[in-house]
C-alpha cells in the first residue's frame, strides 16, 4: 500500500490518541470526514493497523511488578520454538513475548502482582515443562519511557 503524508498523520494521531473522534481525526489532519473515514478503512484492512486500546495506569490500579526476563530453552529445534511461543500465549501475565536473535532465545515481558507472584509463574513454566531451560530476571524499578509512538517518518526515510 502506498502511504501519502495524510496517511502517515492518520497513524501518527491514532498512535497517540486512539480514542480521538473521525471528526475530530479529520480536522487535525485537514480532511473532511468522509474522505478520512475511506482512508482509515483502507489502513485497517491493509492492517497497518491492528487495533485500539487502552494504556492503563497501574500504580493507579494495583500494586504490581514489571520484570523482563530473558529466556533460553534447552531443544533449538523448530518444534520446540512452536512448542515454547504456544505456551506463552497460555499465561496471562506474559504481556509480551519477543523472539531474539544472539544470546538469548526470547525476552519476556511479565506483569504480576509481586515477586513472590513471579517466582510462582516460573515455577509453573518450570513444571509445565515448556523447554525454559535458563531465565535471568530483570526487575523494573521505574519506568523512563513507555510505548511510544513508532517513529513513523524515520522508518519510512523521510527525515
Same mark, same amino acid.
Given at each position: ?69 530473558? $529466556? ?6 523448530? $518444534? ?36 513472590? $507472584? ?42
Amino acid at each position: 500500500m502506498q502511504l501519502d503524508q495524510r496517511d502517515l498523520d492518520i497513524l501518527r494521531v491514532l498512535s497517540t490518541e486512539g480514542r480521538i473522534t473521525k471528526a475530530a481525526l479529520a480536522d487535525r489532519i485537514g480532511l473532511s470526514p468522509t474522505p478520512c473515514w475511506d482512508r482509515l478503512k483502507k489502513l485497517e484492512q491493509a492492517g497497518l493497523i491492528e487495533g485500539y486500546g487502552a494504556r492503563i495506569n497501574l500504580k493507579k490500579l494495583a500494586p504490581h511488578v514489571t520484570v523482563f526476563v530473558a $529466556a533460553e530453552i534447552a531443544d533449538h529445534t523448530a $518444534a520446540s520454538f512452536r512448542a515454547f511461543e504456544a505456551a506463552m500465549q497460555r499465561y496471562e501475565e506474559v504481556t509480551a513475548c519477543w523472539a531474539l536473535g544472539g544470546g538469548f532465545d526470547y525476552l519476556l515481558q511479565i506483569v504480576t502482582r509481586d515477586i513472590d $507472584a513471579y517466582q510462582r509463574l516460573i515455577d509453573e513454566m518450570l513444571d509445565d515443562r515448556i523447554g525454559l531451560s535458563r531465565y535471568f530476571t530483570y526487575v523494573v524499578t521505574k519506568p523512563v519511557k513507555g510505548t511510544g509512538a513508532p517513529p513513523l517518518k524515520i522508518l519510512l526515510g523521510l527525515e
